[in-house]
């Protein structure tokens, strides 16, 4: 509905009559949303109260805090991670000494997938896009001079996340760090897994309850801790639409609460610590519309849909990182400036915590002085330009709230659909999901290849490209260092006490127990990441993706 | 006698799951008439050359983003060369710094597709079927 003012209607009319007829191709954003030459109170629902209202207060499009980056700035992360926990230390050490407010941890394949570091099958993968991380001891060089009750940490962990949050509860004690003071989020998204990331070890249904046993020791062992952030990042960087995005990660976020409560867990116990990890990409307006549009659906499921009671329920918390898939490896500075545009967009739209992806990403893992300028990035907009003095300032812009209303409704009707078809699990397994999202990505690769969509340096504006002077490198030697500190563990731990907690860990699995506590205890005697993955593939089974997903 | 189409093994080794490139590649040359094996992801080495092999394909194209490119790419080609399958193509895309170019061509990579815009990777392939049918005919 949209105001009612004649006046002004015969006038734009008029207006549109001599511009834009016949004159200007229709745009669209990023998405397929078809963008009007001209925006005006026209456009405008009127109900500021009921869409809008005050930041702090339901249904949040302004923001989940009142004051936003008055009270607080975002957290200030730079996902990161290479090598060994040796190398990976320093790097954190040297980002916190630059102005990061909380780790953000890369691990490398192996260690995602749950392979050791001295597996022969996998052993080139070591340390490659992240750190290598086997045993207790390595977890405990990670966070070496780093203090677990002064820092939040964000893992991006997905099958194994039992076995990462029980490492860094035992760093927390060993560092004498109670449980209960721990902050931090690990990923723990695994639907997003089978059909965007691709780091799935175990089939849905195990690897669902598990996710249930961290949520139900989180409640009671580590109330601070954040044990899920749901992923619509991942859906877009595999091609999807900004509504797929969202809707997608809510669909999957619900999948994770319909699991929490089948187990008697009550909403408003848990619903405040599910997080999100958007993408924020280049079409500038539509991302900030999606920030605010996600708030407003994601209050209305908890509160509708839920019945959520406590408004810390209602509040969608999301972390998210400049877009991946955005970056050139061409000319590889334009992607500073990729990267401020999208930090920019996710500022206005009212980010709690974010990453900057750096320029020299194209090619390969961030070198430190590419990771710092990503972090400057974040700095110069939060303490140069004036953004965070005002709360939401494109609110009531005739452009960003007429976006804002039509995504909230593409995603609403976006969920409707998948739950038509007979919801998330079984769309991620007959393919229809993966499909979908393959259509967006072709039509993304065309539009670049015919040169509809511009991508500055690859389809206009090309140079004859060199190779980046400097671009990180990966040394092998690093993997014997890996391999010969694993050796050391497991020559110096005792093994009848790994045997021991790796049985009480099968058995557990094998009753249905909630597995946490076991594999605290096999992660304290030292057992490796992969004799800890290889019982629970023994009693879960594996997953092996569908094939029709052309 | 029609002609047979290019076929065509893409494959993701290792343990990488970033499957947005090769699966754009593969729907991409099924849609330019090839016919096209998708490996699917965490792809042994073995089980690849075993596709490789078993399903007689001409040309192997190799998605990699987890770093190990080189080492694992000629790790394909020798046990391509050890089942007897020399005969096989293998181009390499994905992630892929200049600098190593020359390592994987060095290597026997006959084309390394990073970069490289979608219509340009189909013509590729579509250069390697004209190829093989001109080799064919007069081999007959």
Sequence with gaps: MSLNDPKLAAQFAEWEKANV??????????????????????????????????????????????????????????????????????RYKLLFEQGVTGLSVAFDLPTQMGYDSDDSEIEEEVGRVGVAIDTLADMELLFEGIPLDKISTSFTINAITPIILAMYVAVGEKQGVSPEKLTGTTQNDILKEYFARGAFIFPPVPALKMIGDTYEYCSTKVPKFVPVSVCGYHIRETGSNAVQEIAYAFLNAMVYIDNALERGLDIDKFAPRISFNLSSNMDFFEEVAKFRAARRVWARILKERYGAKDPRSWKFLFFAGTAGSTLTAQQPDNNIIRGTLETLALVLGGCQSLTVNTKDEGHTIPTAEAMLTALRTQQIIAYESGITNTVDPLAGSYYVESLTDVLEEKIVAQMDEIEVRGGMVKSIEDGYIQRSILKEAMKIARDIDSGRRIVI????????????????????????????????????RNQADVNRTLDVLRQAALAGENIMEPILEAVKAYATVGEMTKVLKEVYGTFREPRDVF | MAKRPLKVLIGKPGLDGHDRGAKIVSRALMDAGMEVIYSGLHCSLDNLVNMAVDEDVDIVGLSFLNGAHISQTKKIINMLCERGAADIAVAVGGNIPLADFEELEKIGVIEVLANTPLSEVVAFFVSVAEKREVSEASNK
């Design chain 1, 21 to 90: 007829d016949g004159k200007v191709e229709p745009a669209t954003t990023a998405s397929g949303i078809p963008v009007k030459p001209l925006y005006t109170p026209l456009d405008l629902n009127g109900d500021y109260s009921g869409k809008l209202g005050m930041p702090g207060e339901y249904p949040y499009t302004r923001g989940v805090y009142p004051l936003m980056y008055q009270s607080k700035l975002w957290t200030m992360r730079q996902y990161s991670g290479y090598a060994t926990a040796k190398e990976s230390n320093e």
């Design chain 1, 457 to 492: 340096g690859v389809n206009r504006f090309q140079v004859e490209e060199e190779q980046p002077v400097h671009l990180h490198t990966w040394e092998s030697d690093k993997v014997r260092d890996q391999q010969e500190r694993l050796a050391k563990v497991k020559n110096s």
